[in-house]
């Protein structure tokens, strides 16, 4: 398998030490990786760390693996400007997005196995002039037209999806549709069985409404919207429970019946998601034409160059990748 | 301290065979409680599920603790007619509704120090005459005039108060106001200070939306009316934390910030109470003039009658309910 690339995300966050813990766990399973990123910031970084860190350019990502038990493969991305952790400078806001884009291409060419994107910060892109809604998106138009991505996250024992994200939770009801659902569940699906090797996945889809609306009682859009959803989905073969209570879904037992649950609003599926495992949650973009997965958090800028911040999920997000990769490769066509 | 007092609940479902399994508890600390029942067909539920249980009618309340170590005591609620489990039965309807008012006498003359009640079956007491929107609603009539109830569900390390309950998510935002969010948190610190003998509770509020609105990029209830409410709730000299994103309130380390969590709809709070604790979950009733729980689920009619129930909510409910009387039984006046 080709490496993994990783992000340089925002410099001023937590991605750079994140990496470099990351790579120091090399022994303990974490798959090999080529930062996009600067080496001489990276350089800086490991001295304010105090961290006796080998970092290694090297010309192509294909010189990644015989380096990597010695240091850290890096790809330069040259920054613009001095990078002070905690304070995003618009003036890097070119080599972060410059990160991202190679990073498209070298999974695009088969170069690398799968992208790993670390946090960025978006209003500092905004400012320089980032006319995109956001990371998952920027990834989607890079991938070409056509692309929805759908934002899933996986922490041990579950994986959710939520059909509406980042928008007010009035905004998220009233634009709930049986279209956004079906085409969710079916990236969803797919994914599953692709990236993932489940060969028959069942998806639970969740109320909107305290117990699934109660037949009615407590809302209508069970009845109006996600059973005529279902009931499609079920006419294209899928597995399908639901409308479940979202309230019953998760607890482990429950978990058990169900390979993921798709959901209708951000809080319903990232609640107990971030309950369950708040260290080890991943975010995957599944509809993508490549693996990308990302770690569940910011940029931390409070914490930044610290080393305070933990690894685990971007640990975690690495061996996912680097999982669906291997689950991809192995499928056949 | 004086016995609690068991409701009977619906008869047709399993809060009979649950007080049985409480009752057989007894040496593991279950606190002694009488039953609000009929002893004929607790007599016949006890043949029907093959178990040698000991029943004994008591003429008053102040008989249960002598009897309680040989047999279940029982304080006589005669039923109108037979009880097939599975099959709620408008004829009892009568009983079900004597026992719980005769549970609130027995609470406010001071005989019981608390009242638990089992799950009813609402549709069936509404086709007899019942006209409360609950259980809960009717228990607060019971109290008298002016009784505000807040629902407060706990299990082993989480406490939460959902300011709507049991209506569409749409119309739970639409009804949210500062005054709601307010009744019901001087409510829980009250209860917080005076049945769980917690000094100076600190309550987490969340916000309504995706990252608590993320500073009105994503609705604007944070900030029109959450935040409002809180600084109204710190003039009076409460403890709050909020608003805060719903998705991070409720991990490990996140509840050990806070002693109960106000959360705007019901899927806030119960999704993240039932994923972390499924069995043990625990329904409380703040604001009454006394102590009332009940266990977190319903009648259970699908399995009404097999004796698979777990009866682990309801010996959590009687638990937590004689903990209650006796931190406010030990509170200075």
């Given at each position: ?27 303990a399973?974490?798959p ?5 990123d ?23 990502l294909a010189?990644a ?15 613009a ?11 890097n ?42 990371h998952?998106e920027?990834?989607a ?7 929805v991505?759908?934002m ?9 999806v939520?059909i ?32 993932f ?8 889809i ?5 117990h ?17 959803a279902?009931?499609?989905?079920r ?8 409308p ?11 978990r058990?019946r ?11 599926a ?17 509809g ?6 990302s ?39």
């Amino acid at each position: 398998m080709p490496p993994l690339v990783l992000t340089m995300g925002e410099p001023a966050g937590i991605g750079g030490e994140l990496a470099f813990a990351a790579w120091s766990r090399r022994a303990a399973g974490v798959p090999c990786f080529a930062l996009l990123d600067d080496p001489a910031r990276l350089e800086a970084l490991a001295r304010h760390l105090g961290q006796n860190m080998q970092i290694k350019p090297i010309a192509s990502l294909a010189d990644a693996p015989a380096v990597w038990n010695k240091a850290l493969p890096v790809l330069a991305v040259p920054l613009a400007g001095p990078v002070v952790p905690g304070i995003p400078a618009a003036v890097n806001a070119g080599a972060v997005i410059r990160s991202i884009e190679r990073a498209v291409e070298l999974v695009s060419s088969g170069a690398a196995s799968a992208v790993v994107t670390n946090p960025i910060q978006k209003q500092v892109l905004i400012e320089a002039g980032f006319r995109h809604p956001g990371h998952t998106e920027f990834l989607a138009e890079l991938a070409g037209p056509g692309t929805v991505p759908v934002m899933m996250l996986t922490c041990p024992g579950l994986r959710v999806v939520p059909i509406t994200i980042h928008q007010s939770l009035k905004s998220a009801i009233a634009e709930l549709s049986i279209d956004k659902i079906v085409t969710a569940a079916r990236i969803t699906a797919a994914a599953l069985i692709r990236d993932f090797g489940i060969k028959r996945p069942i998806l639970a889809i969740s109320g909107l409404n305290p117990h699934a609306g109660e037949g009615g009682a407590f809302g209508r859009e069970e009845i109006d919207i996600i059973a005529p959803a279902i009931e499609q989905l079920r006419r294209e073969g899928l597995a399908i429970e639901g409308p479940l209570p979202a309230d019953t879904m998760f607890h482990v037992r429950a978990r058990q019946r169900y390979d993921a649950a798709l959901c209708m609003y951000h809080d319903q599926a990232l609640i107990p998601i971030k309950t369950i495992d708040f260290e080890r949650g991943v975010n995957v973009t599944l509809g993508l034409p490549f693996v990308r997965s990302s770690p569940d958090h910011g940029t931390a800028l409070n914490i930044a160059g610290t080393g305070k911040a933990s690894p685990e999920s971007l640990i975690a997000a690495l061996m996912i990748a680097d999982q669906m990769a291997r689950t991809r490769a192995a499928a056949p066509r």
